[in-house]
């Protein structure tokens, strides 16, 4: 429904077109384990685009899209116990889950076994469809909610709980933190650019593999890269025969599987983060170094929170271009063109009236 009225006042679509303009539309009530956030920033993601534009076939129009939120605590439900008004804190890509299963439990809410509620476009427990944070405001439960450090700057904080928490959780879990390892990063736009800054803070040799010659000079001296090949390059790709422990691919272009776990010593692991439109490759080039193929979303509410103090400790900084509300359509039509250095955050506090 449509409505001129409402307490939230937010950007919508209205149909696959993706074209998103003004709308009002209530948020529920604070509930005793919720929390009320005044969004400050919001980060701009690919899945804005895919779910704008209904590329799956079920978006829910009107859609408010955005879940790399960050805002100040408005007002708190009775249970609250982790968070004060004027806290700076974060929600990411979900804002429930059933609480009782095993992945719930073991604090991975985003594998629940009920399904995860996302933070836009996925029906809520009161029947309701989320709306996400190109909003004047959220109410969301506590326990998806993330404290930002005191001291990291909070629209930066913005692009680590969806970018940042997707290259990390994989890295992590695959002991990609290794330090003297070697690390490959396909593609070099939100997700890569931090799964660089993250391999470098952890102490390993990174290699980025990119399409485009232009992306090489901020990648080795931005961001700190060690090696930088053009991986249509087979002479480049060739050098590289058997040297990385690690490859993290966050490419959603197709890429050539059999060419990549090559690069892999024996043992080495290539995760998937990206959404490339197949996986192909020949059994004998997994099986011959024992090598694995993995595939990983964004992470749990213990390792988000992990994450980003981490990233406090470690002054790991995406690189951002802060655009107002009235530049969103103009931002989403750049990140399916890849013209952004290298995540778009959304300031909502001084643009949204």
Known sequence: MDSSTGDCVGWAARDPSGHLSPFKFTRRPVGSDDVSITIAYCGVCYADVIWTRNKHGHSNYPLVPGHEIVGIVKEIGSNVNRFK??????VGTYVNSCRECDYCESELEVHCSKGAIFTFDSVDVDGTITKGGYSSHIVVHQRYCYRIPENYPPELAAPLLCAGITVYTPMVRHNMNQPGKSLGVIGLGGLGHLAVKF???FGMKVTVFSTSISKKDEALNLLGADNFVISSDEKQMRALDKSLDFIINTASGDISFDSFLSLLKTAGVLVLVGFPSEVKFSPGNLALGAKT???S?????KQTQEMLDFCAAHKIYPEIELVPIQYSNEALERVIKK???????????NSLK
Do not use: N, Q
């Open 339 to 349: 013209d952004v250095k290298y995540r778009f955050v959304i300031d909502i506090a």
């Open 199 to 201: 391999g470098k803070a």
């Open 85 to 90: 008004v004027g806290d700076y804190i974060g």
């Open 297 to 301: 979303i964004t992470g749990g509410t």
């Open 293 to 295: 193929i993995a595939g």
